[in-house]
């Protein structure tokens, strides 16, 4: 989910507190039916990156995202 007051994205319901994420964190993240690597970054947005495609994160969407 975003926290729209540290302008990051965080990781909810597996931990008793949010944890955020910082760019440059690899995890996967579920789109359909099957979980892709991928890795968080800010640009002018956060974004994203499945190999060499970009998917801007919209913050009012919450993902589902594995983390290992």
């Known amino acids: 989910m975003y926290c729209t007051r540290t302008d990051r994205w965080e990781i909810h319901d597996v931990y008793a507190n949010p944890v955020p994420l910082h760019c440059g964190e690899s995890f996967e ?19 994203i990156y499945f190999f060499n495609t970009r998917f801007h994160l919209h913050p009012e969407v919450s993902y589902w995202i594995r983390v290992e």
């Open 29 to 47: 993240m579920k789109v359909g039916t099957v979980f892709l690597p991928c890795r968080i970054e800010l640009d002018h947005d956060w974004v």
